[in-house]
């Protein structure tokens, strides 16, 4: 994954670089040198990671607005 996509996933997540690095508890210098020129790409498992991290939080969303709505009672 490129600089480019891992932003967008960061920003599509709700993380920046330091959110995202307190939230896996890793340095934030680790994620901050990821896509960089001495890290040309982002490792696939950051790439997993943000994507089931945003598949999980809509799946959390949703389940509050069905509970919301009465719907499931």
Avoid: Q
Wanted: aromatic fraction near 8%; hydrophobic fraction near 35%; proline fraction near 4%.
């Amino acid at each position: 994954m490129e600089l480019e996509e891992f932003k967008k996933l960061l920003k599509n997540a709700g993380f920046n670089k330091k959110t995202f690095a307190e939230h896996i508890n890793i340095p934030h210098g680790t994620v901050n040198n990821l896509g960089s020129l001495n890290r040309p790409s982002v490792p696939d498992w950051v790439e997993k990671f943000l994507e089931l991290y945003i598949k999980d939080k809509k799946c959390e969303e949703l389940k509050t607005i069905i509970k919301d709505s009465g719907v499931m009672e």
